[in-house]
């Protein structure tokens, strides 16, 4: 299955809107990982060129927490499916709540992809907002509180029965700056990483 095929199916094509353009088999995926936002340079994301910089920062997360890996195609035959919850890159430093209203179709549509999951991990606040909106309308609450991140780590959250993992952002140069986040990140995998096994 094209991810990028399946969803502009769904829900339409829009030139401003990046989707990962990837073949893949959604039987076999069993975690989701969402990061906030598509770089403003696409060959700079996750299924880019081998080197982009999103990659430079997510693989030695997962290296971190024990997993061998050394490419995006590593983590994907892990059974783990990266993606942007905003899938316009940002024009300003911080995300526009447009930009995320406008993505959340796609966002939605892409989760509905694969039935096996067992782990969502939302990487970031931008993450934990747009998949809280799209629970919102089954649960009519939020699904992760309006919690810091670091003291709901450990809480078990559940929504129809997969494991929701919020977490810290996993891409851009601020995550190398901040230690204790990249320790607590690589924890959190190795968590997704027990649970998928």
């Known amino acids: 299955m094209n991810i990028k095929k399946e969803l502009e199916a769904a829900v339409g094509k829009r030139n ?6 990837i073949e893949i088999d959604p039987l076999m995926i069993k975690a989701i ?8 340079d696409v060959l700079q994301d996750f299924y880019g060129v081998p080197d982009a910089d ?3 920062t997510t693989i030695p997360l997962f290296q971190g927490a024990g997993a061998e890996v050394k490419s995006i195609q590593d983590i994907l035959q892990m059974g783990i499916y990266i993606t942007n919850a905003v899938k316009t890159p940002k ?22 992809l694969f039935p096996n999951v067992k782990v969502i991990m939302l990487m970031g606040d931008v993450a934990k907002k747009a998949f809280n909106v799209i629970t919102k309308k089954a649960t009519k609450k939020n ?4 919690v810091s991140t670091y003291k709901l780590r450990t809480t078990e959250i559940y929504y129809n029965g997969i494991r929701v993992m919020p977490s810290y952002i996993m891409t851009g140069g601020n995550i190398l700056i901040e230690k204790s986040k990249v320790t607590m990140a690589t924890e959190d995998i190795a968590t997704m990483l027990e649970i998928i096994k």
């Open 16 to 21: 401003s809107i990046y989707l990962n353009n």
């Open 33 to 40: 990982m969402i990061n906030e936002v598509v770089p403003s």
């Open 143 to 146: 699904v992760v509180p309006a």
């Open 54 to 56: 999103y990659l430079k």
């Open 91 to 112: 024009t300003k430093y911080a995300i526009e709540k447009s930009s995320i209203e406008d993505s959340l179709p796609y966002l939605e549509t892409e989760l509905s």
